[in-house]
């Protein structure tokens, strides 16, 4: 039975999800903030890989969520549909359905090799030195994608909805709260079985002790690339299911603000956490939406939240701790490794 | 049959020589001292062994090997481990988990086999762990496999680095001043500690200590340097009156 709980408990949550939104009981609006719920927690998580496990200061994450967003786009576009850029669907549409994951994990390879070519140079340093690369990586990649006039440039880039209606003519269920469920769940697995491998124990001894976790056989140079690349590749897949949730991607919506937006959600959740990076991408993308009306103020609200919490709680709502440390009942009655 | 050699060792820090052409060769199943007085250089010697630090002249050849060029992590899968002066255990995660992560060297398994949980995978993490267990077994610390170093007493933290160390079957132990901050009930049990190890598992010992009780009673052969140089080596009787040593430690009497 404990084996079973949280898979039932996930199947249950979709079918609920897909069933609401099957019979219009929650409308378009509130089906984009789940998705943005769904593809939050990718993006929290995933970062919360280089901050909160290894220790680093990745400021940069929304580059390699504009790599992922703009390659599966450009891709889905393309081999599903008619546009203008592209002309005729390289594939027939009917495979939309079918191509749309695999997409969506081109997506993620080419966010993750994005990551490989930042990391390279950029792990010979360390703290503050290493934010500032990730923050230029960001910029390097939003002006790269502005420089290219086939993709849109500064216009942006469109045409994602005509393969969600690609994808609806196979089956009309809601397709991306199907696959942001899936992937979402897929990203926290990957990350909890790497975290809980031994393998990835020598992350946690690279934040706690480089140099000891060298002489201790730990190859703390590859481990610190690979895991960049899984956090990367990750935000890659999560930029595709934000390009696919809005229909449409433009460079600015990556810009530095997008990359506060992940840090805020991993200070928020805890360092390390992976309960609670979830939990804050949930907390935070209600917050959002919430602060809506304020507009622009609404940047003034949430870094002054962040203050607060470094000044009350710094270690964030978790703290390095996952639901089972703080609830160790829970145990009883889930099993997730 | 050598298992460690030394020759001609000299590490320059931008025109500071730390080591000078230091010549010391360690045989399989040894269990040899390295002393001097503060800053002699000692640290510096075990830096360069573990690969740590690159020499900038000579070399160290291990079981016929040159380690030239090998990283730390390298070094150490080759069979050389080591602690620290100043404990650096993984102070947030279990004894268990520190025992767990020095065994990085052969975990046998990719990342593939990670994500997927392959038959494999799961052997091997199996495997890891029982053997971790059981040596925290052997060393009678197995009830404090989920405690965190840091609550551990200062004792123990030492016994627990020296455990994580043996961890990977080394054949040389590097112990890098194990009694330092030691009260000296506890520096009578790290001698027979150290002793029960050095008799137990099949290795060579390599001790950086400033007591001279636990050099003396331990080390076979004890190796002196000051600034870089080595001004002496012998048994310990030989060490305790040679002329040179003490002057080293007590300076000359003639002003």
């Known amino acids: 039975m404990k084996r079973f709980s949280v898979p039932i408990l996930l199947v249950v949550l979709l079918t609920t999800l897909m069933g609401l939104a099957w019979f219009e009981v929650i409308d378009l609006y509130i089906q984009t903030i789940v998705l943005f719920m769904g593809i939050n927690i990718i993006t929290s998580t995933s970062l919360n890989l280089v901050n909160g496990n290894m220790g680093e200061f990745s400021c940069g994450h929304a580059g390699f969520i504009a790599v992922g967003a703009y390659v599966s786009s450009i891709l889905s576009v393309a081999l599903f549909t008619k546009s203008r850029a592209f002309g005729a669907p390289l594939l027939p549409p009917e495979l939309a359905a079918y191509g749309f994951p695999l997409v969506l994990i081109i997506g993620g390879l080419a966010a993750a090799l994005t990551g490989l ?34 993709i849109g440039g500064a216009r942006g880039f469109m045409g994602m909805k005509r393969v969600i209606f690609a994808m609806e003519k196979c089956a009309e269920i809601p397709w991306m709260i199907l696959w942001v469920f899936i992937f ?66 433009n460079p600015k919506s990556f810009d530095l603000l997008k990359s506060t937006e992940a840090l805020v959600m991993v200070y928020l959740g805890g360092m390390g956490s992976i309960s609670g990076s979830i939990i804050a991408a949930v907390v935070f993308t209600l917050m959002l939406e919430l602060l809506r009306p304020l507009q622009i103020i609404k940047w003034v609200a949430i870094p002054l939240l962040l203050i607060i919490i470094m000044q009350f709680r710094p270690e964030g709502i978790m703290g390095h701790r996952e639901l089972s440390d703080i609830f ?3 145990k009883k009655f889930y099993k997730f490794k | 049959m050598t298992l460690l050699e030394i020759k001609d060792l000299t590490q ?20 040899i001292g390295l002393i001097g007085p503060n800053g002699a250089g000692k640290t510096t010697v ?3 062994a ?17 380690l030239a060029g090998l990283k730390p992590h ?47 995978y799961l052997k091997r993490e199996r495997d890891i762990r029982h053997k971790a267990l059981e040596l ?27 455990v994580r160390a043996l961890s990977s079957g080394p054949k040389l132990l590097l112990l890098d001043e194990p009694a330092a901050g030691l009260q000296s009930t506890d520096v009578t049990e790290l001698i027979t500690l150290i002793q029960w190890v050095y008799d137990q598992f099949n290795l060579s010992i390599w001790m950086i200590e400033h007591q001279m009780k636990v050099v003396m009673s331990l080390c076979s052969r004890i190796a002196v340097i000051d600034f870089g140089r080595l001004i002496a080596s012998g048994t310990p009787s030989e060490i305790q009156n040679s002329p040179e040593v003490i002057k080293a430690y007590l300076g000359d009497d003639q002003l």
């Open chain 1, 184 to 249: 979402m769940v897929i990203s926290v697995i990957i990350i909890r079985r790497y975290m809980s491998s031994t393998y990835g124990k020598g992350v946690e001894a690279i934040r706690q002790d480089e140099v000891a976790a060298e002489i201790m056989s730990v190859n703390t140079n590859r481990i610190k690339l690979v895991t960049f690349m899984i956090s990367s590749g990750l935000a890659g897949v999560a930029g595709g299911l934000y390009a696919h949730t809005v229909g449409y991607v």
């Open chain 2, 136 to 162: 925290l077994e052997i060393f009678k610390i197995d009830k404090f496999a989920d405690e965190k170093p840091g609550n551990l007493p200062y004792g123990m933290q030492r016994k627990v680095e020296i």
């Open chain 2, 46 to 48: 075990f830096n360069l």
């Open chain 2, 12 to 31: 320059l820090f931008s025109g500071l020589c730390a080591v000078s052409e230091l010549n010391l060769s360690l045989g399989e199943s040894e269990l």
């Open chain 2, 74 to 120: 390298q070094v150490s899968a080759l069979g050389i481990a080591r602690t620290f002066q100043n404990i650096r255990l993984w102070k947030e995660m279990s004894v268990l988990d520190n025992i767990l992560v020095a065994q990085h060297f052969q975990l046998g398994y990719g990342l593939g086999g990670l994500f997927f949980r392959t038959p494999r």
């Open chain 1, 117 to 150: 070519l930042v990391a390279l140079p950029s792990f010979r340093t360390r703290d503050d030195y290493l934010a500032i690369i990730t923050i230029a990586a960001n910029y390097i990649i939003i002006s790269t994608i502005i420089n290219i006039d086939t």
């Open chain 2, 50 to 66: 573990s690969g740590f630090y690159q020499p900038t002249h000579g070399e160290i050849i291990f079981q016929g090997r040159n």
């Open chain 1, 328 to 330: 160790p009942r829970l």
